[in-house]
């Protein structure tokens, strides 16, 4: 057990040390020795747990799929908000976030797989437009899958600006306006007076995740 931990420990000192040479570095001018000397392991050690820098890159590119799990919503359509404000939340203030979605838009990658979190986060909209739409909460011309792809390309574009402008420093505020703009065309008017699409909102969400995470671990641990 305390040899799989120290495992556990190790390949998440390389994924950070990985994560913040990805982000300042990109991925091609990145190297192993670099993150190597951040990470303080032997190359050994990193190869035991990842066969390349690609491999570590997309080991990078997973991590932003290990959300803090958003609290079940009675409107599906407020979780999705959620989810886009909680992401935007962590983009700001989680160093692995950053890094994967850096990773994600470099155009300049070779050999690199970046797809795949940009399908992932369209499956998690899809499923909770689906949802949405068949609880009602939809207009009538609203076809989900493209609603999904809009969504996911809208955020990639609003992120990627404040990140060019400002470091991401008004990232929250701009997807704030972005569901503002967005949801109008999307959600009976019933539903979108309801919504919460404050600024603050992934920061809430973020601190009611984190204390459902610690009562779960709580219940598993009595169990």
Same mark, same amino acid.
């Given at each position: $057990?305390?040899?799989?931990? @120290?495992?556990? @420990?190790?390949?998440?000192?390389?994924?950070? %040390?990985?994560?913040?040479?990805?982000? =300042?570095?990109?991925?091609? %001018?990145? +190297?192993?020795?670099?993150?190597?000397?951040?990470?303080?392991?032997?190359?050994?050690?990193?190869?035991?747990?990842?066969?390349?820098?690609?491999?570590?890159? *997309?080991?990078?590119?997973? =991590? #932003?799929?290990?959300?803090?799990?958003?609290?079940?919503?009675?409107?599906?359509?407020?979780?999705?908000?959620?989810?886009? $404000?909680?992401?935007?939340?962590?983009?700001?203030?989680?160093?692995?976030?950053?890094?994967?979605?850096?990773?994600?838009?470099?155009?300049?990658?070779?050999?690199?797989?970046?797809?795949?979190?940009?399908?992932?986060?369209?499956?998690?909209?899809?499923?909770?437009? #689906?949802?949405?739409?068949?609880?009602?909460?939809?207009?009538?011309?609203? +076809?989900?899958?493209?609603?999904?792809?809009?969504?996911?390309?809208?955020?990639?574009?609003? *992120?990627? $600006?404040?990140?060019?402008?400002?470091?991401? @420093?008004?990232?929250?505020?701009?997807?704030?306006?972005? $569901?503002?703009?967005?949801?109008?065309? %999307?959600?009976?008017?019933?539903?979108? %007076?309801?919504?919460?699409?404050?600024?603050?909102?992934?920061? @809430?969400?973020?601190?009611?995740?984190?204390?459902?995470?610690?009562?779960?671990?709580?219940?598993?641990?009595?169990?």
């Amino acid at each position: $057990m305390a040899e799989q931990l @120290r495992a556990i @420990r190790t390949r998440q000192t390389i994924l950070s %040390a990985a994560a913040k040479i990805f982000e =300042e570095q990109g991925y091609q %001018a990145a +190297t192993i020795s670099q993150i190597l000397t951040e990470a303080g392991v032997t190359k050994g050690a990193l190869y035991f747990h990842f066969h390349s820098k690609e491999d570590l890159a *997309q080991g990078v590119l997973s =991590e #932003q799929d290990q959300r803090i799990i958003v609290p079940v919503r009675a409107s599906k359509v407020q979780e999705i908000v959620d989810v886009v $404000m909680l992401h935007a939340h962590r983009l700001q203030t989680d160093p692995m976030v950053r890094a994967g979605v850096r990773l994600t838009m470099d155009q300049l990658t070779q050999n690199l797989d970046r797809s795949g979190p940009f399908l992932r986060w369209g499956e998690v909209g899809l499923d909770l437009l #689906q949802q949405a739409q068949a609880q009602g909460e939809l207009l009538p011309h609203i +076809t989900p899958p493209e609603t999904a792809d809009v969504i996911v390309g809208s955020f990639a574009g609003i *992120q990627s $600006m404040s990140q060019a402008v400002c470091e991401y @420093r008004d990232l929250v505020v701009r997807v704030s306006a972005l $569901m503002r703009h967005l949801l109008p065309s %999307a959600v009976v008017p019933s539903v979108l %007076a309801s919504l919460d699409l404050s600024d603050t909102r992934g920061a @809430r969400v973020y601190a009611e995740a984190l204390k459902a995470a610690d009562l779960r671990d709580v219940l598993e641990t009595a169990s």
